[in-house]
């Protein structure tokens, strides 16, 4: 495994990331969750060709215009579960289930439901 310190904001980082995705070994897998994915998206996947991409949205977010070439790429949206008292957010395990059942078997998923809490 390779740690790569993710600050996206840094003007070099798409550089750095490159550079750490040189030295490491194929990558596999690669687990993707930005609140703004659509402008990584450009430069991150040309550095991943071979990886099983998934990309984990929350529920209001608008799924990013992605290339022809992602067919290799899975959605996780994230929603809200509903309870007796109302709705409420989704825990950091499903979100994590969600998140990993996506990686071990590409295909897109909805985890919770979709719609307002509240």
């Known amino acids: 495994m390779v740690a790569v310190n993710a ?3 840094a003007a070099k980082f798409p550089a750095t990331l490159q550079r750490a995705i040189a030295e490491a070994p194929a ?4 687990l993707i969750w930005l609140h703004d994915p659509e402008p990584a998206l ?3 996947l040309p550095v991943l060709p071979g990886a099983r991409v998934v990309l984990v949205l929350g ?3 608008e799924a990013p215009t992605l290339p022809t070439s992602a067919a290799r790429i899975a ?3 994230l929603g809200s579960i509903a309870t007796a008292h109302g709705r409420r957010w989704l825990s950091d395990d499903e979100i994590s289930d ?3 059942a ?5 295909r897109s998923r909805i985890v919770g439901e979709l719609g307002p809490v509240g």
Do not use: C, P
């Open 59 to 61: 529920s209001v977010s």
């Open 27 to 30: 990558i596999g897998t690669a």
């Open 7 to 9: 600050d996206w904001n």
């Open 75 to 77: 959605t996780v949206r």
């Open 102 to 106: 996506a990686l071990r078997d590409g």
């Open 42 to 44: 450009a430069w991150l």
């Open 98 to 100: 969600g998140a990993i």
